[in-house]
């Protein structure tokens, strides 16, 4: 039971921690938007995106990985970026499915808004611990 209550509170910071990464990637890359009639909504928003692509990245990226190895050798990790962009692009198209006010426009927007997301989540997590 406690350690239950643990994982939920790791799993509901996890959560917060990708979604002010969204949020953050929303202010400084032109591109990422999200459209919300109130602050509330904007929030709310985020926090389905950010439980959107925590899922993504559960399920798809360890397969990409493991498919993709020979690109990430061969570009000694380069490659990881354009596969967080793809990922983060497919985040997007999701959140239109489910009616979410959260836009990536193209590639560039993705893989810069990509970059601020896993550096924002990375400082974050410092302050707030991940394990």
Not at 10 to 33: D, F, P, Y
Request: include cysteine; proline fraction near 2%; aromatic fraction near 12%.
């Amino acid at each position: 039971p406690r350690h239950a209550r643990i994982l939920h509170v790791k799993v509901i910071i996890k959560i917060l921690v990708v979604a002010a990464s969204l949020w953050a990637a929303t202010q400084l890359v032109s591109g990422i938007t999200v459209t919300a009639e109130t602050p509330l909504e904007e929030v709310l928003t985020l926090l389905a995106v950010a439980l959107i692509f925590g899922v993504v990245n559960a399920v798809l990226k360890p397969i990409i990985k493991t498919i993709g190895c020979a690109f990430y050798v061969i570009t000694l990790g380069l490659f990881a970026l354009v596969v967080n962009a793809a990922l983060l692009l497919f985040t997007g198209w999701l959140a239109r499915l489910f009616d979410l006010g959260f836009h990536v426009e193209g590639f560039w927007a993705a893989f810069w808004g990509a970059i601020v997301i896993s550096v924002v989540s990375w400082l974050l997590s410092l302050v707030f611990g991940d394990d």
